[in-house]
């Protein structure tokens, strides 16, 4: 693949005969080998169709009117690509119009050197990034990195929809959920699905950073900052330059930490320990919590000016328990993803092992099941996972009581986990108003409510973000 595309238009007629167009394509093939090169001839009647997204457009002026017509055609095609301009004067009554020298970035004149059109090519063929294609959706889900997509629940998918269209922004991002829901690997669904792909993508778990070194793992120092300091540091957040920085546990951020962040997110400045000056950060940042941040203003632990600041875009990760009926799925996939790689013939899950996972409540979520999966493959000595196989904690007596599989046991799990869904889905249509929802659903405030707490869904994940 190419790095970059190069349209050359010209005239084979134009009357110069310094370096005709054959020589002058054959040089550039020999100086430029990562360039794909078309040639277009204004004097044939073939129609113009220039490749996709040219990293330069190269003008030999030749009949000035035809040629004027098309550079200010290519220019509404290709805003950003920059026009570069052999002007050839043919006669001393045929002069280049000015209308076309108007419409390009540089040029330079004949007779000219090599050596010139090269240093001006490599000058924006340099600043030109080659464009890479546009990931699919659908297609990423399936890549080996982002396998773990695995849903069909409602609030599920209602937090797949987003990741593009967040993708597309360069706005800040605050990814909530309880630990375990995979919120790093939204994060980096959202940096790959982006235009900064090619870019750094940085994780950083605040609640590992100690606060005297805060400042200096996220901005860097430079030589004699501190006693140590016989070199100068680069902090993540000039390593993720043009691309993603991912503050994972935000509220594990001291008061003092909060205030250089917001700097950053406000001013896209920050200072390197021991450094004079200020330095520009163009990364994107997203940040993810487990923790009701709302809940930490209000306690003075967190800064609400930041809090502002991350939550511009928000994407909200459901718990496992709000998505059970997604628990088959993912435990086949962990249990095949690991049989494949320990070697392990255990190839499926019994009836009552399968009532076994479903009956948790998998407090650590999907990291959780994974950990259960993948022990219990490689405790398994057959090809078929049983419940015994399962190393997990006895399940809630109201659950335990339909150990056996039933048609009643059986009915009323389908019924569970139908009220724990539509409950999910009510509140989500409501905006978590307790009110509204319990009115669509007919039922008095207070019964709803015991509905929800039995769930253990919170209304105020449901509620919109209120005015600052």
Same mark, same amino acid.
């Given at each position: ?98 209308? +076309? #020298? /108007? ?8 007779? *000219? ?5 090269? $240093?001006?090519? !490599? @000058? ?49 991002? +605050? #990814? /909530? ?8 690997? *939204? ?5 790959? $699905?982006?235009? !900064? @792909? ?72 920050? @200072? ?197």
């Amino acid at each position: 693949m190419f790095a970059h595309r190069l349209l050359i238009l010209t005239a084979r007629d134009n009357g110069c005969s310094h370096l005709p167009c054959n020589q002058l394509v054959d040089a550039l093939s020999e100086s430029f080998r990562g360039v794909a090169i078309e040639l277009h001839d204004l004097a044939s009647d073939r129609k113009l169709e220039p490749v996709p997204h040219p990293s330069l457009v190269l003008v030999r002026s030749g009949n000035a009117v035809e040629m004027d017509f098309r550079v200010k055609t290519l220019r509404k095609d290709f805003p950003q690509t920059p026009f570069l301009g052999i002007l050839c004067r043919i006669s001393e009554d045929r002069d280049v119009p000015h209308s +076309l #020298i /108007e419409e390009l970035d540089d040029h330079l004149c004949c007779p *000219f050197r090599p050596v010139d059109l090269s $240093l001006r090519m !490599r @000058r924006f063929l340099g600043e030109v990034k080659a464009i890479p294609p546009k990931p699919e959706w659908d297609d990423f889900r399936k890549g080996p990195r982002f396998s773990g997509f695995l849903g069909e629940s409602f609030l599920f998918r209602q937090a797949l929809e987003k990741v593009p269209s967040i993708a597309t922004s360069d706005c800040t991002c +605050l #990814i /909530e959920g309880p630990t375990g829901t995979g919120k790093e690997l *939204f994060a980096r669904a959202i940096h790959y $699905l982006s235009p !900064r @792909r090619s870019k750094p993508f940085v994780p950083v778990n605040c609640g590992s950073l100690p606060e005297n070194l805060i400042e200096n793992e996220l901005f860097g120092h430079v030589k004699g900052a501190y006693t140590d300091a016989a070199a100068s540091g680069m902090g993540l957040l000039p390593y993720a330059e043009d691309g993603t920085l991912f503050l994972d546990e935000i509220d594990a951020l001291s008061l003092s930490a909060q205030v250089k962040l917001l700097r950053v997110l406000q001013e896209h400045e920050y @200072r390197p320990v021991g450094s004079p000056r200020m330095h520009t950060s163009k990364a994107r940042i997203l940040a993810a919590t487990n923790a009701n941040l709302r809940a930490r203003i209000e306690s003075k632990q967190f800064r609400e000016d930041l809090y502002h600041r991350l939550n511009i875009l928000r994407l909200t990760i459901p718990q496992l328990s709000e998505r059970a009926d997604d628990i088959p799925l993912l435990a086949r996939y962990f249990l095949h993803l690991y049989g494949e790689r320990h070697g392990k013939k255990v190839r499926e899950i019994s009836p009552k092992a399968m009532h076994k996972l479903s009956s948790y409540s998998w407090p650590g979520n999907v990291r959780e099941l994974e950990s259960v999966i993948h022990r219990s493959t490689l405790l398994c000595s057959s090809n078929r996972l049983e419940a015994d196989d399962i190393d997990i904690q006895k399940p809630t007596l109201e659950l335990a009581e339909r150990e056996s599989t039933n048609l009643r046991a059986a009915k009323a799990l389908a019924v569970e986990r139908f009220e724990r869904n539509y409950l999910a889905q009510l509140m989500s249509t409501h905006q978590g108003n307790v009110s509204q929802a319990a009115r669509a659903a007919g039922k008095e405030r207070r019964s709803f409510q015991r509905l929800l707490q039995k769930y253990q869904i919170a209304s105020n994940q449901y509620r919109p973000e209120e005015s600052s």
